[in-house]
């Protein structure tokens, strides 16, 4: 859909617009009067007023096509988008082999020293029970 200004040649459809609003009128029908013409040469004189319609880009395609083609426009260029950025930084940003960078979540572990609340005292039944506990996990 495009707005652009009303010509002489668009006159008859939007006088056949404003004749009737329950039924369609069509545009070859309308008799365009002297004074119809006249209130239109001084709509265009006058640069306050503008009288602008609304076309189609494609007039021998539905409503609904022009908008399905303009949803998978935008959505090919959101692809073509992501795809650049990704092939972009993939290009400048290359790992070494050997170099482990680690989970991204997960953060670095601190001594116990760090922070006083990273670390807890453990009575000694709570270190045995521990004990007992790690020595049932089957080492396979």
């Known amino acids: 859909m495009i707005f652009r200004a009303a010509t002489r040649q668009d006159l008859p459809a939007v006088l056949a617009l404003l004749a009737d609003e329950d039924r369609v009128t069509d545009p070859a029908s309308v008799t365009v009067g002297e004074a119809y013409e006249r209130a239109?040469?001084?709509?265009e004189a006058d640069p306050r007023n503008e009288v602008l319609v609304?076309?189609?880009?494609?007039p021998s395609i539905s409503l609904a096509q022009e908008i399905g083609?303009?949803?998978?426009l935008v959505a090919a260029?959101?692809?073509?988008?992501?795809?650049?950025?990704?092939?972009?930084?993939?290009?400048f940003h290359h790992p070494e082999p050997d170099?482990?960078?680690?989970?991204?979540?997960?953060p670095s572990q601190r001594t116990a020293a760090g922070h006083p609340m990273e670390s807890v005292e453990l009575t000694q039944a709570e270190q045995e029970a521990f004990a007992g506990l790690v020595r049932t996990i089957p080492l396979h």
């Open 40 to 43: 239109f040469a001084d709509i």
């Open 54 to 58: 609304l076309t189609r880009v494609f």
């Open 69 to 72: 083609l303009a949803v998978l």
């Open 77 to 91: 260029l959101v692809w073509v988008l992501g795809l650049g950025h990704m092939l972009w930084d993939s290009r």
């Open 99 to 106: 170099a482990y960078e680690g989970l991204p979540v997960i």
